[in-house]
């Protein structure tokens, strides 16, 4: 699993995990120490990007 973080401006911490198969991104999982209401986004976010290419353009497109 490919793994990253980022420590933003205010001090929180955000960890993606990345399960990438065919240059696609076949599971993803956020963490750290954030908070977005309701809780369930991160849930539909992780969902959202499942399936999409290694494109960020693809990416942020399913986000929207």
Same mark, same amino acid.
């Given at each position: 699993?490919?793994?990253?973080?980022?420590?933003? +401006? *205010? *001090?929180? #911490?955000? %960890?993606?995990? #990345? +399960? &990438? +198969?065919? $240059? $696609?991104? %076949? $599971?993803? $999982?956020?963490? *750290?120490?954030?908070?977005?209401?309701? =809780? =369930? #986004? &991160?849930?539909?976010m +992780?969902?959202?990007?499942? *399936?999409?290419? #290694?494109?960020?353009?693809? &990416?942020?497109?399913?986000? &929207?």
């Amino acid at each position: 699993m490919n793994k990253a973080q980022l420590k933003v +401006e *205010g *001090g929180k #911490l955000i %960890k993606v995990q #990345l +399960e &990438i +198969e065919d $240059k $696609k991104i %076949k $599971k993803v $999982k956020i963490t *750290g120490d954030f908070f977005l209401h309701p =809780e =369930e #986004l &991160i849930d539909d976010m +992780e969902k959202a990007v499942a *399936g999409a290419s #290694l494109d960020e353009k693809v &990416i942020a497109d399913r986000m &929207i």
